[in-house]
């Protein structure tokens, strides 16, 4: 019964790792998006592949210098 309630937790911190994993690498964050949609109040308008196809046509565009 123990391992149950630690189980969510381990979750938590497997989706934090990978987003912080994933913006060092510079690798599309589809969860994010989500979030972004619903804290903004709108329905999602990309899939997840047509998200990442995006984002890796416009990497490189707008470069910065610093």
């Known amino acids: 019964m123990a391992e149950t309630t630690k189980t969510p937790r381990k979750n938590v911190r497997l989706r934090r790792w990978l987003r912080v994993l994933r913006r ?3 690798a ?3 969860e994010a998006y989500l979030a972004h949609c619903r804290d903004a ?5 990309l899939s997840e ?6 984002f ?4 490189g565009q707008n470069p910065r210098c610093c």
């Open 24 to 26: 060092v690498v510079g």
């Open 28 to 30: 599309p964050d589809y």
């Open 41 to 45: 109040g709108h329905p999602p308008t």
């Open 49 to 54: 592949r047509e998200f990442a196809r995006e």
């Open 56 to 59: 890796f046509d416009h990497k």
